[in-house]
């Protein structure tokens, strides 16, 4: 297991931006692909962005259609932690965000993910 921590979430306006903090420890983290999912009220858990290292400072990412071009998901190892930059955000993103851990394959399924974090409130008011 990997224990996870999120931080950075919050109230912005719409077209305002946030950035949010996955902290992960353990010897073994950097080799975890990491995701962020996101959750609204009375909807599903949904996938946001996910990140797999292959090789030094190479990284394969990948971002749902809704998020392509306003997010980015990227990995300080020398923090251990994986952040997701969210810029131009809109009433629609308001979710609890979570970063998951999986020792592979990269995937958008949320079952695909055994380790989870608590969860950061985002809240992007009109």
């Known amino acids: 297991q990997v224990p996870l921590v999120e931080s950075g979430g919050g109230l912005v306006q719409a077209g305002g931006s946030l950035k949010l903090s996955c902290a992960g420890s353990?010897?073994?983290?950097?080799?975890?692909?990491m995701g962020w999912f996101r959750q609204a009220p009375g909807k599903e858990r949904e996938f946001v962005a996910a990140?797999?290292?292959?090789?030094?400072?190479?990284?394969?990412?990948d971002y749902a259609d809704s998020v392509k071009g306003r997010f980015t998901i990227s990995r300080d190892t020398a923090n251990n932690t994986v952040n997701l930059l969210m810029n131009s955000l809109k009433p629609e993103d308001t979710a609890v965000y979570y970063c998951?851990?999986?020792?592979?394959?990269?995937?958008?399924?949320?079952?695909?993910?055994?380790?989870w974090g608590q969860g950061t409130q985002v809240t992007v008011s009109s």
């Open positions: 353990g010897r073994t983290f950097s080799t975890y692909i």
């Open positions: 998951a851990a999986t020792q592979g394959p990269l995937s958008r399924a949320p079952d695909r993910y055994p380790d």
């Open positions: 990140i797999r290292r292959l090789g030094i400072n190479i990284y394969y990412t």
